[in-house]
């Protein structure tokens, strides 16, 4: 099969024909219908996340049909379409998968990562962590899901859970990229203020903030028109850490909804008093999904994408460090590489 592989960090993706992978006890192979590229593979691929599988296929926001089942998988049937996300298998018997948080399982394995994922013509997984995809998203609008989706509802789930001083009706997103530009969406409907901030000047991304419901949109540099009550950071920037936490309001929470960011500089302990806080997001769980795709079946979103074929993962991963996407990424093998630049 054709696929995209990672010889090691830093280098470019080859093009190879690689051996069809055969599915183990548990496991399905599917083929590839749509890959997203999310700014995880681009950390993968730059080096900035130690130890990857090498050789790799990258990529871990992926939709597909089911072809074959290992022994004893019997969830999906053949001809199933179903998703494939980050956290590929956890063990299921330490405390953190005990108690819930199997995304802190210090054994998970991750898709695209530590093992192959989905830049290629054929994928294979273990259906416990595959998840069923809701009808109303086609293959390209639905592969963003997995991911910025479901990293987005974490983070969004997380920093509006009650706080100091009652209900989250300011949020303030900074980077309105793949995951910010769905979770706008979902905070508006949830009947919340939203205020996006971008690189500076870029008059782009901040138009498109505000056709996706924002009531404002800015430079990170700016400050919000009214304190902000909660704040996620989806660009990779450290920098911006104390810059939110000057602009959320005493008891807000800042959310670090990244796997990756630069260093956080120094900054005056007034800027954390008065109980604001600071998080980070590791992963997801299965159930973040559920109630993400839940909120994705009821909630119409509007997912902008950009395709490519297959063979283009390393342009995609080039404008996605360039910041020349508006929305996301969307890698399609075969003759559905047509799509290339489409957008809705």
Not at 74 to 94: D, E, K, Q, S
Not at 167 to 182: F, Q, T
């Amino acid at each position: 099969m054709r696929a995209m592989v990672l010889d090691a960090p830093g280098r470019p993706l080859r093009r190879a024909d690689v051996p069809v992978g055969a599915p183990g006890p548990g496991e399905v192979a599917l083929r590839v219908t749509a890959c997203a590229v999310c700014r995880t593979d681009l950390h993968v691929v730059d080096g900035e996340l130690p130890r990857p599988k090498l050789p790799l296929v990258p990529g871990h926001e992926i939709v597909g049909v089911v072809e074959e089942a290992g022994a004893g998988a019997t969830r999906f049937a053949p001809g199933t379409r179903i998703g494939v996300p980050w956290l590929g298998w956890a063990c299921g018997r330490c405390r953190y998968c005990t108690a819930g948080a199997e995304n802190l399982c210090p054994e998970a394995v991750f898709t695209g990562y530590t093992r192959d994922g989905g830049y290629a013509e054929r994928a294979v997984a273990d259906e416990r962590f595959c998840l069923p995809l809701p009808a109303g998203y086609d293959d390209v609008h639905a592969a963003p899901l997995l991911c910025a989706g479901l990293i987005g509802y974490r983070s969004y789930r997380i920093a509006t859970e009650r706080t100091p001083g009652g209900e989250v009706a300011r949020l303030a997103l900074y980077g309105v990229g793949a995951a910010a530009h769905l979770i706008a969406q979902i905070a508006v409907a949830d009947g919340r203020t939203v205020y996006a901030l971008t690189r500076p000047g870029d008059a782009a991304a901040q138009a498109h903030a505000r056709s996706l419901g924002a009531a404002w949109a800015g430079g990170s540099d700016e400050a919000p028109p009214e304190p902000a009550d909660a704040a996620l950071i989806f660009a990779p920037v450290g920098a911006l850490v104390p810059a939110a936490l000057r602009a959320v309001r005493p008891g807000g929470v800042v959310v670090c909804a990244g796997i990756h960011m630069t260093d956080i500089p120094s900054f005056p302990y007034a800027l954390l008093w008065q109980e604001r806080a600071v998080r980070s997001v590791a992963n997801l769980t299965r159930a973040d999904a559920e109630g993400f795709l839940e909120r994705a079946a009821r909630v119409p979103l509007r997912v902008d994408v950009t395709t490519y074929p297959l063979e283009e993962a390393g342009a995609a991963l080039a404008a996605l460090r360039s910041g020349r996407l508006q929305g996301a990424a969307v890698l399609v093998p075969g003759a559905e590489a047509a799509l290339r630049g489409e957008t809705a």
